[in-house]
């Protein structure tokens, strides 16, 4: 198998564990165990105090597929299929639903994986740009004027990341129609569900549009636990499931026994989970507001709709420079702040991504600040 590197991993290898602030990070700050711990219930506590570091059921254990089912309406246990992240899910969707010749339309910028393997399968991956000039918004007209006969595949990511870009519930839904009427499979990579702003709705899930829709989840984002490595695919389709299933043997054969159980217990506690999250991004976006109002000589953005993410744009004079890939260089390597530039994602070298969800952000953009401020 033949595939490119992926860029932005390969920019966090070098950089994430040595930098003193992750000012890009598209997680929410983890939880410690004595936290998540502490959220037990009778149930929980039990499987986890009595757990044996044995092999676990490869589909994912019955319990924490009910659980996660609960995100959706109308799913059962039986419509999960657990993986190792959602990176092993989106590998697994890609490389057995597509083949050579297929056509697929995937929002970008975004997540490398999301159409780098579905190149190395063979299919022809249109990139439907998202455009700052429109609000970095879906715009589902020209989305659907690309479609054709071969397109087999639609994948949006929504909230999204890098841009925060989230549809009206009636794009989203006009969308999901137009895909089922002309038998085109929807993925919603939903991994930043449930992290919108300013009272913005939570979109319906892919998997609850339509019978051959296929939603992705993972603990790692809004759940802000990353390190449990839990995704899952969500699809009335069995047919999918069955066929990821039977790569995944391959693959991870199943997840690990303890990080199933600490996955269950945080979604057991969802509501308080998921206010959690919601309060650090709700802080860090009234502090990123101060901020690029303060420095509208360095930065424009976009404010995003939803997501752990924004992408702001570096002013074109301004102190940071013309190019994003070198300002983040010389930002990380004298401030010890990471950035994470637009080059990572092949889009241009004018923008850079910042995070919402570490709890370190203030500080980091005080760092940023005193680095704006001096000569050179």
């Known amino acids: 198998m033949r595939i490119a590197d992926f860029a932005l991993e390969r920019y966090f290898a070098r950089w994430e564990f040595a930098v003193e602030h992750v000012a890009c990070a598209s997680d929410v700050e983890g939880w410690s165990m004595a936290e998540l711990l502490a959220l037990t219930d009778d149930e929980t506590r039990s499987m986890w105090d009595g757990l044996r570091l044995g092999y676990t059921e490869s589909t994912g254990h019955p319990l924490l597929r009910a659980e996660i089912a609960q995100l959706y309406d109308g799913l059962s246990a039986d419509d999960v299929l657990v993986f190792a992240g959602a990176e092993e899910a989106i590998f697994c969707l890609m490389s057995t639903g597509l083949d050579a010749g297929d056509h697929v339309v995937v929002t970008w910028p975004g997540y490398q ?24 918004s879906l715009d589902v007209d020209r989305l659907l004027r690309s479609l054709h006969d071969e397109t ?18 009636e794009e989203w839904r006009r969308l999901a129609a137009e895909c089922r009427s002309r038998g085109i499979r929807l993925v919603g990579d939903e991994v930043y569900r449930f992290l919108e702003h300013d009272g913005a709705a939570t979109l319906p899930a892919a998997a609850d549009l339509d019978d051959r829709a296929i939603s992705i989840g993972v603990m790692s984002k809004t759940f802000a636990m990353a390190g449990l490595r839990i995704g899952w695919l969500a699809t009335k389709d069995h047919a999918v499931l069955d066929r990821c299933a039977r790569l995944k043997d391959y693959t991870t054969i199943c997840s690990s026994a303890p990080s199933e159980v600490l996955a269950l217990i945080g979604l057991r506690a969802r509501d308080q989970v998921i206010a959690r999250s919601r309060g650090i991004a709700a802080s860090n976006l009234a502090v990123l507001d101060d901020f690029f109002a303060r420095r509208a000589d360095a930065f424009t953005w976009v404010r995003p709709r939803g997501g752990s993410t924004g992408f702001p744009r570096l002013v074109d004079g301004g102190p940071a420079g013309r190019s994003a890939d070198g300002f983040a260089a010389r930002l990380v390597e004298r401030a010890g702040v990471l950035l994470l530039p637009s080059t990572a994602f092949g889009f241009d070298d004018a923008h850079v991504r910042v995070g919402l969800g570490r709890t370190d952000l203030p500080a980091a953009l005080e760092k940023l600040g005193a680095f704006l401020a001096q000569p050179g």
């Open 152 to 169: 087999r595949m639609v994948v949006v990511n929504a909230p999204h990341q890098p841009t925060g870009m989230l549809p009206t519930e």
């Open 113 to 136: 994986s999301l159409y780098e393997v579905a190149r190395s399968a063979g299919a022809k991956v249109a990139l439907h740009l998202l455009r700052e000039d429109d609000g970095w």
